[in-house]
Every structure is written in C-alpha cells, then in structure tokens.
C-alpha cells in the first residue's frame, strides 16, 4: 500500500484531529530491515494501530549500552510506510536528527524524557522545527517537574509548532516499586488540566517495564480518558536488543486492545447528566464541610504552635506524630480507605500544620 505525500499528511492531520483512541506502536529499537518490516506489516494486520514508531537513536543511561542503529534505520521505517501505509513516529533529540527524521519523510516526531529534562536539548530541537508543519509529541521529563514539561511545549509552541500533543510515560523515582517508572498519574492530570487543548497519549510500556501489567497501566489511561496509547511492539520480544521485558508482539498487542473496556468522557444522555450531577453535588458539599473542618484543625494547630512558644517546645513531636499514624491507618481500614492515600493525606496536613506553628513561633 503506497501513499502520497498529501494523502499522508491528510491522514495524519485526521489521526490527529478525530481519531480517539489513537494507537502507536512499533519495536523500542530498529534492530535489522527485516525485524522493521515484518513488525510493521504484522501490526498493520491487527487493523488495530494508527501509527507506527521505531527507535532510531537510544538515548541510554551507560555508555557501551545499544544506542540505536542511527541513520541507516531511517530507509527501512520508509520502506515499512509504503508497504503498510501507516504513517511514522520517531524520537529525536538534536537538531541533526530532526534534520534526518524529516529528509526520510517521518510523519510525526516526539521528544524523550530524557531530552525534556533538558531546556537547552529542546531548544535545539525546537530551534530546528522552525518553519515546519509536522506533528510533535513530548515525553514528560525523568523527573516529576511539570514547569520542564510545561517549558518544552512553550518552547515548540513558539518555534511554530501548532500540532502539539503531550506523551505521559512516568517518572524515575527513589525505592521498591512495581512499575519501572512511577505513573503519578496526579501530574499527568494535572498537565492535562493545564493543557486541556492537548492530546494526551499514555506509554504504559515505560511505565510498566513488563509485560504482566501493561494492560492494568493501559486500562487505568483509557479511564482517564486519555487520548490514547503508544505501546512497544516487537516479533521476537525476549531477544529484543532494547526493553525486552516491556515488549509484546503484535498479536498480542491485539488481543490487549480488544480486552481493554473503551470509555467516554462524556454521554449526550439527559439521564446520564441528571444523574451525574446529583452525586457531584454531594461531592461540592462535601469538599466544602472538609475545608471547614480543615480550617478549624489548623486554628487549633495554632492554639497548641503558641503554646509551645510559651514553654519552648519544639514543633515536631515524632511520638505524637507516630501515635497519631496509627489511629488514622486503623480507622481507615476500617472505612475502605488505602494506606497510601492516608500517608499522603496526612503527611500534607502534618505540613501545613508544622507550617503553621512555625509561623507562629517566629513571629
């Protein structure tokens, strides 16, 4: 199947305006021509993907790791859009790459977490769109700083760039955790609300680092409806030459897609609205009976940070804070509420209670 360069960039536009959910998937490396090309025609099989993606050039963390075949993988993801008619997707990271991705007619380009991080690498690569009209995609950054994600689509959006859509593919973070990189799926939400004309796209496949709970990852975004999904695709996964353990086959990604429960945002349903509005009520007064209650918590937070002023007492009393941990973790089991969320819960109020005192007692 071949395509003009018009008809492919009318399709493209129509992936990008109206097509939800809108799946990319594709080997994490290009490894040899014919791993690309029996990848893609075996995902443009399934019926299933909009677009296809290759990593071209791999940015990794030691060096002596594979870092991408280079430009000679270019000719073969080409070649891959011919015969499927899928449009491509490729990474870059400097001005020379976004020279290259676009002399072998890519269609849409992203930038990577690691390039995010960095605002003079996006600079570069935004400096080099100058002038073009081409889609673009951007990773978070490695870490949770939405004002580096914030600051890269700025960046792009000034160079010109008016198709721009955000890729949420989890943050690096400190201990044990199940997911590769921790989703904090309250940041993505968060850029989402911020950029409410954005596309969002989720990677659960960096997010999970492995197969087993790719589809979990992949179900949670569809149900905060994003836009949709860029997964790892690979024929032969386990002898992958990058992320092996994320990567799945293309039949497989089909049989994932089709488990998945695909969900709207909204209903034109006068019942549904009626419904909905009722029990979203409830929650306005309830937030509001919370904030009062908070807002005396804190007055009485104020009562005892003057009180230990008076007597000099030091703010933080770890057994009190402790004791008080335990009541909440009994009391929320109890409710059906989960550890994680009273730890956090309570470690933000225990903040703005410390606060509190220590403006009191310096003042």
């Known amino acids: 199947m071949q395509a003009t360069d018009q008809t492919m960039k009318e399709q493209v536009q129509t992936l990008w305006t109206s097509k939800r959910p809108l799946i990319i998937s594709g080997p994490c490396s290009a490894e040899t021509e014919s791993q690309m090309l029996e990848t893609a025609q075996?995902?443009?099989?399934?019926?299933k993907v909009d677009m296809l993606r290759a990593g071209?050039?791999?940015?990794?963390?030691?060096?002596?790791?594979?870092?991408?075949?280079?430009?000679?993988g270019l000719p073969w993801l080409l070649q891959a859009k011919k015969i499927t008619g899928l449009p491509t997707t490729v990474e870059v990271a400097t001005a020379k790459q976004v020279e290259d991705a676009l002399s072998f007619d890519v269609d849409v380009l992203w930038i990577g977490a690691r390039t995010t991080v960095n605002p003079f690498s996006v600079q570069e690569v935004a400096d080099a769109l100058?002038?073009?009209?081409?889609?673009?995609?951007?990773k978070n950054p490695i870490n949770p700083d939405l004002e580096l994600w914030t600051g890269a689509v700025e960046r792009v959006q000034k160079a010109g760039i008016k198709q721009?859509?955000?890729?949420?593919?989890?943050?690096?973070s400190y201990g044990n955790s199940e997911y590769r990189n921790a989703p904090m799926w309250h940041l993505a939400i968060e850029m989402k609300r911020r950029n409410p004309d954005l596309p969002?796209?989720?990677d659960p496949s960096h997010i999970s680092g492995r197969r087993d709970i790719l589809q979990a990852v992949s179900q949670k975004s569809v149900d905060l409806d994003y836009d949709g999904l860029m997964i790892?695709?690979?024929?032969?996964?386990?002898?992958?030459?990058?992320?092996?353990?994320q990567q799945i086959t293309p039949e497989?990604?089909?049989?994932?897609?089709?488990?998945?429960?695909?969900?709207?945002?909204?209903?034109?349903?006068?019942?549904?609205?009626?419904?909905?509005?009722?029990?979203?009520?409830?929650?306005n007064h309830l937030d509001d009976e919370l904030m009062q209650i908070l807002a005396q918590r804190m007055k009485v937070a104020d009562k005892i940070g003057q009180y230990k002023k008076e007597n000099s007492i030091t703010i933080l009393q770890t057994n009190r804070w402790n004791e008080i941990l335990e009541r909440a973790f009994k009391k929320g089991e109890a409710m059906g509420l989960s550890k994680e969320f009273i730890t956090k819960y309570y470690d933000a109020l225990h903040m703005e209670s410390i606060n509190h005192q220590n403006k009191i007692m310096n003042d």
């Open 200 to 202: 969002i796209i989720c």
């Open 252 to 283: 497989r990604l089909a049989e994932m897609l089709n488990d998945i429960v695909w969900r709207k945002e909204d209903v034109n349903s006068e019942e549904y609205h009626a419904a909905l509005e009722k029990l979203r009520q409830q929650i």
């Open 56 to 72: 071209i050039w791999k940015p990794r963390t030691r060096p002596g790791m594979f870092e991408g075949i280079g430009v000679k």
């Open 130 to 138: 100058r002038g073009v009209d081409i889609p673009v995609l951007i």
């Open 232 to 245: 790892e695709s690979h024929i032969d996964p386990d002898n992958a030459w990058s992320d092996a353990k």
């Open 42 to 47: 075996r995902l443009a099989a399934t019926g």
């Open 164 to 172: 721009v859509g955000l890729i949420h593919r989890g943050f690096s």
